[in-house]
């Protein structure tokens, strides 16, 4: 069974084992499993778990789009995780279901009572899928927008179209603020990335240690002054 990665495991109020604990898929899984149990805001019950060499693969059903959402956050948690393939259906219980047209005046009436989300946000449904458009100046408010779509009770998706539109200043000015940035921050280990700009596109390349490392760089490009679009090209590694 290939191995996904070592670790020195430690015992309290003691030092480094000599010995490497390994992960087989069988204990990735295993440890899937339990974080997503461990989870209280996730119904674990009719979610089936695979693992291979690292990616992980969730299927079954789930009751809301936020479980689908949460599930994954919980499986990148899990250390020896380097992808997540999330497969869930969300099957909305009979007496949560709303019309689509009920369903999208709810999710406007959300997205209206959320400051962060700019006013020109609109949305559309169909069969509990919530479409996202307007323009936006920073992708913190897409992300905003999305989010709250999301926690609506009887949506079933989100797909977000919302359109940044910004100033782009110069890509060396966008580059070096970037990087800059990632040094900053505490949970990046940035000697392993490089940032490229070209019209408004960051890419990101390199290797980190972990899911949450990953997400802080993303996030950090992200909040550069007129990033369109991040090119993520960032490997998990253990």
């Not at 069969?127 to 100046?137: D, E, K, R, S």
């Not at 019209?199 to 972990?210: I, Q, R, Y």
């Amino acid at each position: 069974m290939p191995l996904l990665g070592s670790m020195q495991m430690t015992s309290a109020g003691a030092g480094p084992l000599d010995k490497e604990f390994t992960m087989t898929n069988q204990e990735l899984q295993a440890a899937v499993n339990d974080e997503l149990f461990w989870d209280p805001k996730i119904d674990s019950q009719a979610i089936a778990v695979s693992t291979d060499d690292g990616t992980v693969t969730l299927r079954g059903t789930v009751g809301s789009f936020r479980q689908k959402r949460e599930a994954q956050k919980a499986a990148e948690r899990v250390y020896g995780v380097v992808f997540v393939s999330n497969e869930l259906d969300v099957r909305i219980l009979h007496d949560a279901r709303r019309d689509d047209a009920e369903l999208r005046g709810a999710v406007l009436q959300a997205l209206m009572l959320d400051s962060v989300v700019p006013t020109m946000i609109d949305a559309t449904v169909r069969n509990g899928v919530v479409t996202l458009t307007g323009t936006a100046v920073w992708q913190y408010e897409r992300d905003e927008a999305e989010f709250v779509a999301g926690n609506v009770l009887g949506v079933t998706g989100v797909q977000d179209n919302i359109y940044l539109d910004s100033p782009t200043p110069s890509a060396g000015d966008v580059q070096f603020s970037i990087s800059q940035a990632l040094q900053r921050a505490a949970k990046i280990d940035a000697d392993n990335l490089t940032v490229a700009t070209s019209n408004g596109t960051v890419t990101l390349k390199g290797s980190v240690g972990s899911w949450s490392e990953h997400d802080a760089a993303i996030a950090t490009a992200w909040a550069a002054p007129g990033v369109a679009t991040v090119d993520d090209h960032i490997s998990v590694r253990y």
